[in-house]
């Protein structure tokens, strides 16, 4: 006959096993919520790539007219500036992708970089003035709030990227 001790101590190594079975469901859990909500993330992006500029200038002048409450003729000039850039973002991943499939991808040189950077920067630049034509103070004021949160989370991103974090080196932004 077992002891009142062991029958305690034989129900105690009981829960311990029903325990670590729930805390390994719940991990288990966790884990392919964490899977599926990155897929969905993946899914989503390759659906950006996919859509036309039309498309592309169209939900980012429908996002900005929420943010920024644009009127009729702000939405119309600001859709003008979004498809002129999409237009260029396209062509741009379209070259880069003829180039992939190619073969001919190569690193650029200092030069080719620098000549990428500046047209990038101009290209910034030329945006964020008509853009100051278009918005009020206001509105301008407000979307320079948004593109600088913008811009801190794709440089976070860029700190969790695998490819970085892989190399074991951190995203070091560059400084002008």
């Known amino acids: 006959?077992?002891?009142?001790?062991?029958?305690?101590?034989k129900h105690n190594k009981g829960m311990k096993k029903i325990l670590l079975i729930a805390i390994a469901f719940i991990s288990?859990?966790?884990?392919?919520?964490?899977?599926?909500g990155h897929l969905d993330r993946k899914e989503m992006t390759r659906k950006m790539i996919s859509l036309t500029p039309e498309e592309s200038a169209g939900l980012q002048t429908k996002r900005m007219t929420l943010q920024l409450d644009l009127n009729d003729f702000?939405?119309?000039?600001?859709?003008k500036l979004n498809l002129q850039n999409a237009k260029k973002r396209k062509d741009m991943m379209a070259s880069n992708k003829a180039k992939r499939d190619n073969g001919n991808m190569e690193r650029p040189s200092k030069q080719e970089l620098l000549k990428m950077?500046?047209?990038r920067l101009d290209m910034q630049i030329a945006t964020k003035i008509k853009m100051a034509f278009i918005l009020n103070t206001e509105q301008r004021a407000k979307w320079e709030t948004i593109q600088e949160e913008m811009k801190h989370n794709f440089k976070n991103s860029m700190k969790n990227?695998?490819?970085?974090?892989?190399?074991?080196?951190?995203?070091?932004?560059?400084r002008f």
């Not at 006959?1 to 101590?9: V, Y």
């Not at 288990?28 to 599926?36: L, N, S, V, Y």
């Open 161 to 174: 990227n695998k490819r970085f974090a892989q190399n074991r080196t951190p995203f070091i932004p560059r």
């Open 117 to 119: 950077r500046n047209d």
């Open 74 to 79: 702000q939405q119309k000039e600001v859709y």
């Open 1 to 9: 006959m077992l002891s009142p001790i062991d029958k305690q101590n």
């Open 28 to 36: 288990i859990k966790g884990i392919a919520q964490q899977k599926m």
